[in-house]
């Protein structure tokens, strides 16, 4: 059935749900009400019947945390809150019967495999707003066909580099594109798969541990795991 989260219960308005509250409950669909603020950590994880989630109009929330919806696998639509502005790392991962993901204007950042193993998603709608992606948000995402980025992002690389490589000629231009390319080419195969590397530790990992806090990881400069006795890279 549907499980609408009350707005006040006894005269208190209800402003926050706590981190795993309705870990593994069975309900096929959820509305989180405009009175949430926030939302702790893996507050949906492994609710194994959840079809659809919808944030009321004028919902608060700004941000939806680590493995939110982990292995949601039923998951199919979710109705965004508009104010969101960033999702945290395994927030929907293995969520694979999700197809369509359109994020609101204002969104501003992706971190790490937050769709890890959306093997089922096909569209990204990202707003002109996002301004940061932490690594790779999609890795695993193997049906994934349209991701739809700002323009920005590619824009400021072609316009820069147009003036640089006319001032050196044709020929010379041609010449050091294909070197350039070559040599970040190559840079960007050995850094993606040392992020596959670390990413197929971090799944492990997470897996024997799903109850773990992963908001002092991964936040794009920290590479480590939270237990030292986890995983490590050769």
């Known amino acids: 059935g549907t499980l609408t989260i009350p707005?006040?219960?006894d005269g208190v308005t209800v402003t926050s749900i706590k981190a795993y509250a309705l870990g593994s409950a069975k309900m096929k669909e959820v509305v989180i009400p405009n009175t949430i603020e926030t939302?702790?950590?893996?507050?949906?994880?492994?609710?194994?019947?959840?079809?659809?989630?919808?944030?009321?109009?004028?919902?608060?929330?700004t941000e939806l945390k680590d493995s939110m919806f982990y292995q949601c696998t039923k998951l199919k639509e979710v109705v965004f809150p508009e104010n969101l502005k960033s999702i945290k790392v395994l927030a929907f991962y293995k969520c694979t019967s999700l197809e369509t993901v359109t994020l609101p204007e204002?969104?501003?950042t992706l971190y790490n495999a937050a769709f890890l193993d959306c093997t089922n998603l096909k569209t990204v709608?990202?707003?002109?707003?996002?301004?940061?992606?932490?690594?790779?948000?999609?890795?695993?995402?193997?049906?994934?066909?349209?991701?739809?980025?700002?323009?920005?992002?590619?824009?400021?690389?072609?316009?820069?580099?147009?003036?640089?490589?006319?001032?050196?000629?044709?020929?010379?231009?041609?010449?050091?594109l294909f070197v350039l390319t070559k040599t970040f080419y190559a840079k960007d195969i050995q850094k993606e798969a040392k992020q596959k590397e670390y990413m197929?530790?971090?799944?492990?990992?997470?897996?024997?541990?799903?109850?773990?806090?992963?908001?002092d990881v991964?936040?794009?400069k920290k590479k480590r795991y939270p237990d030292p006795k986890g995983p490590t890279r050769s």
């Open 7 to 9: 707005s006040s219960i």
């Open 106 to 108: 204002g969104f501003t």
């Open 200 to 215: 197929e530790n971090l799944k492990a990992y997470h897996e024997k541990h799903p109850d773990e806090d992963f908001s």
């Open 39 to 61: 939302l702790g950590f893996g507050v949906f994880q492994m609710c194994s019947s959840l079809e659809k989630v919808t944030f009321e109009s004028g919902s608060k929330v």
């Open 218 to 220: 991964m936040e794009g």
């Open 125 to 176: 709608i990202v707003p002109d707003s996002l301004n940061h992606m932490v690594m790779n948000p999609f890795e695993g995402c193997t049906s994934l066909e349209t991701l739809s980025v700002p323009y920005r992002c590619w824009q400021f690389g072609i316009v820069a580099a147009f003036p640089i490589l006319l001032c050196l000629g044709a020929g010379a231009a041609f010449r050091n």
